[in-house]
């Protein structure tokens, strides 16, 4: 596994962009995109500069996991990106000294599972507050669909944790103190404190292990900086 910063180069990625996102990636990802799947790239870099992290919808009660991720899948699909089951197809051929064909092999077939987005070449998912062991699921995946051939790189959009928490708690407590006394409450709508479910952190220390391959992959966190800027309100 070759961790890479291509994602730093200003041809590749526009800076405010990258200052708005936490990024890790493998195998010089971000350069493989804008290279080989340009138009691809040039919708994962729209994306990433027109969402923006908005507390009505991350704090909800009950909606935080699927409200961000329905809202950036959204925007994927459209831009003509497709949530696809992507299946494996094998076949072995059996050829002579001189490239005669002996027998053909019977194929054999394996089951993928539904990717959030797929476009050309190129597979992306959003885990946002999901369990952890989908991480497993998706880098095993990626690896085999690359060394399959079926795609030139993936795409793994996330969070900050712990940072977007301590955000959480600013924005609830500035909230809280506008509230009369009896209406105040310290515990925040959704719960940040959970450290088994999908984000940067969880996802840097499986990469780190070397379970990418040589699979292009980028992982692009939202932190602080992805925030709107507005505060937090039930309207």
Same mark, same amino acid.
């Given at each position: 596994?070759?961790?890479?910063?291509?994602?730093?180069?200003?041809? /590749? =990625?526009?800076?405010?962009?990258? *200052? %708005?996102? *936490?990024? @890790?990636?493998?195998?010089?990802? +971000?350069?493989?995109?804008?290279? /080989?799947?340009?138009?691809?790239?040039?919708?994962?870099? $729209?994306?990433? +500069?027109?969402?923006?992290?908005?507390? %009505?919808?991350? @704090?909800?009660?009950?909606?935080?996991?699927?409200?961000?991720? $329905? !809202?950036?899948?959204?925007?994927?699909?459209?831009?003509?990106?497709?949530?696809? %089951?992507?299946?494996?197809?094998?076949?072995? /051929?059996?050829?002579?000294?001189?490239?005669?064909?002996?027998?053909?092999?019977?194929?054999?077939?394996?089951?993928?599972? &539904?990717?959030?987005?797929?476009?050309?070449?190129? *597979? @992306?998912?959003?885990?946002?507050?999901?369990?952890?062991?989908?991480?497993?699921?998706? =880098?095993? *995946?990626?690896?085999?669909?690359?060394?399959?051939?079926?795609?030139?790189?993936?795409?793994?959009?996330? $969070?900050?944790?712990?940072? &977007?928490?301590?955000?959480?708690?600013?924005?609830?407590?500035?909230? !809280?103190?506008?509230?009369?006394?009896? $209406?105040? #409450?310290?515990?925040?709508?959704?719960? =940040?404190?959970?450290?088994?479910?999908?984000? =940067?952190?969880?996802?840097?220390? %499986?990469?780190?292990?070397?379970?990418?391959?040589?699979?292009?992959?980028?992982?692009?966190?939202?932190? !602080?900086? #992805?925030?709107?800027?507005?505060?937090?309100?039930?309207?």
């Amino acid at each position: 596994m070759f961790e890479t910063c291509t994602y730093e180069d200003p041809i /590749v =990625l526009d800076p405010k962009i990258r *200052a %708005r996102w *936490a990024f @890790l990636e493998t195998s010089s990802a +971000a350069a493989v995109l804008r290279s /080989v799947c340009p138009s691809e790239w040039k919708d994962i870099t $729209q994306v990433l +500069a027109e969402f923006a992290l908005d507390p %009505r919808s991350w @704090l909800k009660k009950g909606g935080n996991r699927g409200d961000i991720a $329905q !809202q950036i899948d959204g925007m994927f699909g459209a831009l003509g990106w497709r949530e696809t %089951r992507v299946d494996l197809v094998t076949q072995g /051929v059996l050829l002579s000294k001189s490239l005669d064909v002996i027998e053909r092999l019977p194929a054999v077939e394996q089951e993928g599972y &539904l990717v959030d987005n797929f476009k050309g070449r190129v *597979a @992306l998912d959003v885990e946002w507050n999901a369990k952890d062991g989908n991480l497993d699921r998706d =880098l095993s *995946a990626y690896r085999a669909w690359h060394e399959a051939g079926v795609i030139s790189a993936a795409v793994l959009i996330t $969070q900050d944790r712990l940072g &977007l928490k301590t955000l959480a708690e600013r924005l609830w407590a500035d909230h !809280q103190a506008a509230l009369p006394e009896d $209406q105040k #409450t310290a515990k925040l709508p959704i719960d =940040l404190n959970t450290s088994t479910t999908t984000n =940067l952190e969880k996802a840097a220390l %499986r990469v780190r292990r070397g379970v990418m391959g040589t699979c292009p992959l980028l992982i692009v966190a939202a932190t !602080q900086n #992805t925030w709107n800027g507005k505060p937090y309100s039930i309207v």
